[in-house]
């Protein structure tokens, strides 16, 4: 099994789309990027902790490979946005890829720099490809929230 790493907002509706995805067989949300031990949401949301809202996704690569995995990605959330998806603000609801692997890290780059030349965005993409360190599962009450309470959707 292959994982990913990806943060585009809130990630309780982004886990319930990969989750969906043909190919993926594990998702859990949780927290990348920051400088504390151990965080926790309630300290992430203070926006100090330096975190983003992350999902891991869990995926079996002769299935479904990382490039179809970073085009959903881009197409469910505004990637041009800073710091912001929708009403949730803050440094914790970045846009960022955090690639496991030097292929990953050159996929994402150059998917970026594709999509910055397009003519499909009118603002350059703000996603940024952090160094992956220690991913910290969310507390069990976010894992596939949206799911457990019976929402069909999250306003990514």
């Known amino acids: 099994m292959a994982k990913a790493y990806?943060?585009?907002?809130?990630?309780?509706?982004?886990?319930?789309?990969?989750?969906?995805?043909?190919?993926?067989t594990n998702t859990i949300v949780g927290y990348m990027g920051g400088k504390m031990h151990s965080p926790d949401y309630r300290s992430v949301?203070?926006?100090?902790?330096?975190?983003?809202?992350?999902?891991?996704v869990e995926y079996e690569a002769t299935q479904i490979d990382f490039a179809t995995l970073m085009s959903c990605f881009f197409e469910?959330?505004?990637?041009?946005?800073?710091?912001?998806?929708?009403?949730?603000?803050?440094?914790?609801?970045?846009?960022?890829?955090?690639?496991q692997n030097d292929e990953q890290r050159a996929e994402a780059q150059q998917k970026i720099d594709q999509l910055n030349q397009s003519d499909f965005?009118?603002?350059?993409?703000?996603?940024?490809?952090?160094?992956?360190d220690t991913f910290w599962p969310?507390?069990?009450?976010?894992?596939?929230?949206?799911?457990?309470?019976?929402l069909g959707h999250c306003g990514i």
């Not at 965005?121 to 992956?132: D, F, G, W």
């Open 121 to 132: 965005y009118s603002q350059p993409i703000a996603t940024t490809i952090e160094t992956t």
């Open 76 to 99: 469910w959330h505004d990637p041009t946005q800073v710091n912001r998806q929708g009403p949730d603000i803050g440094t914790q609801y970045r846009t960022a890829i955090f690639p």
């Open 6 to 24: 990806f943060a585009a907002g809130c990630f309780w509706g982004v886990q319930q789309r990969f989750s969906k995805l043909p190919g993926v």
């Open 45 to 56: 949301c203070t926006g100090q902790t330096g975190h983003a809202e992350v999902v891991e």
């Open 138 to 150: 969310a507390e069990d009450y976010h894992q596939h929230y949206l799911d457990k309470r019976g």
